[in-house]
């Protein structure tokens, strides 16, 4: 069967893709895999994660209602927004199916063979499970099998510091854990404004929670019960004794098995596919959008964004493209961290000129009428 557009992943960037294909009135395939239709953002990620800080803001309940409130929250919210929505798609069809290439016109899934006159993927990523020695043995959990996860250990570590880990740092010690957050870095967020993110920091220690920087991690271990992390802090080894791991540390793209090299597309060392300022693929009939393409921003907002663009710019030569330096992000803790544009640093590097000023917000009136400042 031949298909105008096939689209494999069913996440925000080929959602939105599969939305605007079908308002061009495309016969359009929609295939999806591993996580529900939606993909991360409402499944996994913003949904999830922002309703477990405002529990834990509000300590309306102890945490495994407030997990069960959760995915509750998660299932209702795929099904109005997602699942019901793709019912009123009458130009798109929707396969749950793991997809691979078998040339460049044409892909298989479920021992079925479709063909396509282009192609979008954005198969999304999945959480980086890095190099440590016994990682695998002890046991961790990570964004995905934390938020299904009713137990709230008494300790533990978060290894990585960036929007993940502090986010869920925030949540875990608000509803009772004792928090240890181990970053490679010497910043809790290095892409972020450095008065602001040390800010930050100072907010969360105060909160109880333990920030350890330019820690290189070595191994981890079973002892007594407990699992155990070893680390390096400027030469110097220490350990921890936690009840729980949680790995933070980015997210690897979904490209090892598309079999990409008989549809010429290519990837990085990074395993990210490789696209132009129109979001084109080294084949210029397939499109990458979101955490599998090498844009800077990896947002669910960006993906959304990014899918509707490919379908216009593969369909109607609309040759349209997204400035990233005017893409906001925001980190959910409880302050939020927001930002867009660049950094004081970036800008002096690029641009050799920095007009630079901050402004408090206590002297912001709705923040002092709110009591936030």
């Keep these: 069967m031949k298909y105008d557009l096939i689209i494999i992943g069913g996440g925000s960037g080929g959602f939105a893709s599969a939305i605007q294909a079908n308002e061009l009135g495309l016969k359009t395939l929609l295939l999806n895999s591993s996580l529900p239709v939606g993909g991360t953002c409402v499944n996994v990620g913003c949904v999830p994660s922002k309703t477990l800080i405002h529990f834990a803001k509000n300590k309306n309940f102890d945490f495994s209602q407030a997990i069960e409130k959760e995915l509750d929250l998660v299932k209702e919210l795929r099904r109005e927004k997602y699942e019901e929505v793709l019912k009123s798609l009458e130009n798109v069809e929707f396969i749950e199916g793991k997809a691979k290439f078998v040339n460049e016109n044409e892909i298989e899934v479920n021992g079925q063979k479709f063909q ?3 192609f979008i993927i954005a198969t999304g990523s999945t959480a980086n499970v890095p190099e440590i020695e016994g ?17 709230l250990p008494s300790s533990i570590a978060i290894i990585g510091a960036g929007p993940l880990g502090l986010e869920f740092s925030q949540i875990y010690s608000r509803f009772g854990s004792k928090v240890i957050i181990l970053q490679r870095g010497n910043s809790i967020f290095p892409p972020g404004e450095k008065e602001l993110t040390q800010r930050l920091k100072e907010i ?5 929670i333990e920030i350890r920087l330019n820690v290189e991690i070595k191994s981890a271990r079973k002892e007594n019960n407990k699992k155990i992390v070893k680390f390096l802090v400027e030469g110097r080894e220490e350990e921890i004794a936690v009840d729980e791991i949680l790995l933070a540390a980015g997210k690897t793209p979904n490209t090892a098995e598309l079999d990409l090299e008989k549809a010429n597309v290519k990837v990085s060392e990074k395993k990210v596919i490789i696209t132009n300022e129109f979001l084109q693929t080294s084949n210029p009939k397939i499109f990458a959008v979101g955490d599998v393409n090498d844009k800077p921003l990896r947002l669910e907002t960006t993906a959304a964004r990014e899918g509707t663009i490919a379908v216009l710019n593969a369909f109607t030569q609309a040759k349209i493209k997204i400035d990233y330096n005017l893409v906001p992000y925001t980190i959910f803790t409880d302050p939020e961290l927001a930002g867009i544009g660049f950094t004081e640093e970036r800008q002096i590097k690029e641009l050799g000129v920095c ?19």
């Design 116 to 118: 396509g006159e282009k």
């Design 204 to 208: 969360l220690e105060k909160e109880g």
């Design 135 to 151: 990682i695998k043995e002890v046991g961790y959990l990570t964004h995905v099998s934390s938020l299904s996860n009713k137990n």
């Design 355 to 373: 007009a630079c000023k901050i402004l408090e917000l206590k002297f912001v009136p709705k923040a002092r009428i709110i009591n936030r400042t």
